[in-house]
């Protein structure tokens, strides 16, 4: 096994950074107060809670009130989907083929219990064209759900056109936003948007830490009982350690790093797509993540590829780290065109912002190494 290890597989996860560990330190042993108690420890924390709601509301151009912590991005889009179904009682809900299984898996439940779903179909590259929602909309419609940027192929949806199609037709708007949160603009009053999934883990914050934006004045019911916690929305104590993270890591993603990361990804994508046969980029040429960078490669596995990188220190992916053990293509390269034996070709390769120019040269060298030496071998490329 190679000495060098290169982490390319920041869509799934990212480091804590030493600034976010450092503040949320004190809260584990000396701040370590339950923000429902009424004394001095309790009070500390309750601070450092509300210091942390007002920190990262703000990078949604919200208000601190308007924002429920939960324990991360699974629990916020099921709260914000089951919650508004339930509260609404019966209805139709929009979303679209490329979702995240935490979106898809609620619709999916929502449609046994009387509920019913359209999945709107995406473009070539993972796009939803406005005018699709538009048109899927009916009388009994009562929430649109689209992701703000794949966390497969990338690809960053126009969530401003949506909203203002929702906004006029009186329809709510949720979006995930757990990709795009700190790397593309979240305005929720200039996009419309209504209800807003963000987390901490993909920011290089603690993974057991979410969010859920809900505009004030939304009617939404909560999913979990047993205390009067976040507006009676979540039960549950606060994870203060956690959420004192998140709003640290909120603050260290900026434009500069933003375009350190999408150096690399150019960097990266220019390097796999040049000299190497067969190969293509998936999402869209340009409205992609500054992080995201999915190839296909024809003729091989990209599962043995995965494998083959590892060996080499290389770490990526071959789609989102929730569907890792399914041995089904993944539905977002099927959604966009792409047929079975195709999609079990595709890696993702994702750079974070404390990645170098060379450890991309590397993982280059490593993939063009690898791709060739699966090709020797492989039935379909030979065919």
């Known amino acids: 096994m190679d000495e060098r ?17 450092e503040a949320m330190m004190p809260y584990f042993s000396e701040k370590y107060g339950n923000a429902s108690s ?3 420890y309790g009070r500390e924390a309750k601070d450092a809670l509300e210091g942390a709601r007002e920190k990262i509301a703000k990078k949604l151009n919200a208000s601190a009130e308007e924002l429920i912590f939960t324990s991360g991005g699974t629990e916020s889009n099921n709260l914000a989907l089951k919650g508004i179904a339930q509260k609404k009682g019966k209805g139709h809900i929009i979303t679209c083929k490329v979702e995240h299984s935490a979106i898809l898996a609620p619709c999916r439940l929502l449609e046994k219990q009387g509920f019913d779903t359209t999945y709107l179909s995406v473009d070539k590259y993972g ?13 009994d419609t009562i ?3 689209i ?8 690809t960053v949806q126009d969530l401003e056109a949506i909203g203002k199609i929702t906004k006029e037709r009186g329809i709510l708007f949720h979006t995930d936003a757990c990709q795009s949160f700190t790397k593309e603009t979240i305005d929720v009053k200039k996009q419309n ?3 807003v999934t963000i987390n901490a883990h993909k920011i290089c914050g603690p993974k057991g830490v979410g969010a859920l934006y809900i505009r004030d004045g939304i009617g939404i019911s909560s999913q979990s009982q047993g205390g009067e916690h976040e507006r009676n929305l979540r039960a549950g104590t606060e994870n203060i350690p956690g959420i004192v993270g998140f709003a640290r890591a909120a603050d260290i993603t900026g434009p500069r790093e933003i375009d350190h990361m999408k150096s690399l990804r150019d960097h990266l994508i220019k390097g796999v797509l040049s000299g190497m046969e067969k190969t293509r980029l998936n999402g869209h040429p340009e409205k992609r993540l500054c992080n995201n960078a999915n190839f296909l490669f024809a003729g091989i596995e990209g599962e043995a590829l995965l494998l ?5 220190g290389v770490a990526c992916s071959t789609g989102s780290a929730c569907s890792s053990h399914s041995l089904m293509p993944s539905h977002v390269l099927l959604a966009t065109g792409l047929a079975p034996e195709e999609c079990h070709g595709s890696l993702r390769m994702t750079p974070g912002k404390d990645n170098t120019r060379e450890d991309i040269d590397y993982a280059l060298e490593a993939v063009k190494d690898e791709v060739a030496n699966l090709r020797k071998i492989s039935p379909f490329w030979r065919k």
Do not use: C, F, Q, W
């Open 143 to 145: 929430l649109v759900s």
């Open 38 to 40: 009424l004394h001095a």
């Open 193 to 195: 948007l209504d209800l």
């Open 5 to 21: 290890r290169v982490y390319l597989d920041n869509a799934a996860t990212t480091p804590v950074a030493k600034e976010v560990l």
């Open 147 to 154: 992701g703000h940027a794949n966390n497969e192929i990338g």
């Open 127 to 139: 796009s939803v064209d406005p005018s699709d929602v538009e048109n899927a909309i009916r009388k």
């Open 308 to 312: 083959r990188l590892d060996m080499r």
